[in-house]
């Protein structure tokens, strides 16, 4: 099998992680029966800054039609209004692909790197699956009055019958396929947002399709809490995308840091985006000391989704042993290892 996939290192630290991932990925491929070739685009600040493009949509539709997948490192610069790179980039994809799950894994790979006192792997092994296309990123709303006193500022939450449910049955299927705790949590406002009572409805209704699986449900603010003081509760979480977008940041840290965690942004069945959560980290840029795990941690992802799932795991394993051992000794960016330090240590491992 031979993939073709689509970096897009961005801005900041992004081609600094996406570099080392791309280097694991090489040499996982070499131990599988399969074949990876990477064609880099150059989209983000820089080539902004340089060329006023963004991300056209000739070529967002081209790596579309033509890649298995695209790997991100990450987008934002300090140089330039906020979001007006992220937006075409990411958003671009997410929207334009009608990539509809982000799948956060939060998985701790060893005790000493839980901020949370007494929990240990087997305490943190979740999946948070984040609707990616509606909410308050719809772009629904504006601002009125801008500058004066009688500004006026409206951001509307969008739910769909078809958003809902479709990113609910895709939590289900993980809670089967991953066979372990067998649970899904919806995690909405519900109370106070009357009109997420579409998410408790669409839930219990895709629900009874799955008997096998056990139905839960936690506030948001609740969620916080249980995800910090037990995290252990959880195995697939349902979530709308703003409140996905903050639990998920929690679930990070619960699982180590940022330097860690990585998502899917995924259609089934179609071109996706993998990338670490982090964001370009921009005071790190050029130093070289940014943990490139979270974007390892993609790749190892974006090779589960591609079917690779031998070559996943070898990843995930890889970096559980480095980390465990103490090898890896954090994820933060004064860990003493360089970044592409890291990355050698993952490739050599992944080539045992
Ligand atoms: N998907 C994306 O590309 C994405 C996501 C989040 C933020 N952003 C953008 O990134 C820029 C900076 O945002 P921010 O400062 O809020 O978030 P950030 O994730 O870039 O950084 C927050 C802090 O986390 C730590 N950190 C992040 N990544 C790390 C790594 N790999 N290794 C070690 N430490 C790491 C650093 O201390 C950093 O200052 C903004 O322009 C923002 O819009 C992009």
């Not at 995290?231 to 639990?247: A, C, K, R, T």
């Not at 079917?307 to 090898?327: C, H, P, T, W, Y």
């Amino acid at each position: 099998m031979n993939y073709h996939i689509a970096t897009i290192g961005g801005d900041g630290i992004g081609p600094e992680v996406t570099a080392e991932a791309v280097k694991v990925l090489k040499a996982v491929a070499d131990r599988g029966k399969f074949q990876i070739d990477f064609t880099d685009y150059p989209y983000g600040t820089d080539h902004y800054l340089a060329t006023g493009e963004l991300f056209p949509n000739d070529v967002r539709e081209a790596i579309r039609t033509t890649k298995s997948a695209v790997l991100l490192g990450a987008i934002g610069d300090p140089r330039v209004e906020p979001g007006l790179v992220e937006r075409p980039i990411i958003m671009g994809m997410r929207f334009g692909w009608d990539l509809y799950v982000n799948l956060r894994p939060v998985r701790l790979y060893a005790e000493h790197l839980c901020p949370i006192k007494n929990k240990k792997p087997e305490d943190i092994d979740m999946v948070v699956v984040r609707e990616n296309t509606e909410d308050l990123y719809a772009g629904i709303g504006g601002i009125l009055k801008k500058g004066t006193p009688d500004e006026v500022a409206i951001a509307d939450m969008v739910f769909t019958r078809k958003g809902c449910e479709r990113v609910i049955r895709y939590a289900f299927e993980q809670a089967r396929a991953r066979g372990k705790k067998k649970k899904v949590t919806l995690v909405d406002k519900a109370n106070a947002i009357r009109a997420m009572d579409i998410w408790t409805r669409t839930f219990a209704e895709v629900g009874m399709e799955y008997p096998d699986i056990e139905k839960d449900h936690a506030y948001i603010d609740a969620a916080c809490m249980w995800m910090i003081k037990n995290p252990e509760w959880f195995d697939v979480v349902v979530v709308s995308n703003i409140f996905g977008d903050i639990l998920t940041d929690i679930g990070a840290m619960v699982q180590g840091g940022l330097g860690i965690a990585a998502s899917g942004n995924i259609h089934p069945g179609q071109t996706s985006m993998f990338e670490p959560i982090h964001g370009s980290a921009p005071k790190y840029k050029g130093k070289h000391v940014a943990n490139p795990l979270g974007a390892i941690a993609a790749g190892a992802m974006m090779l589960d989704y591609l079917g690779e799932k031998k070559a996943a795991v070898r990843i995930e394993d890889a970096m559980a042993r480095l980390l465990l051992s103490k090898r890896i000794p954090s994820l933060s960016a004064d860990s003493g290892l360089k970044t592409s330090q890291v990355g050698d240590m993952v490739a050599e491992e992944v080539s045992r």
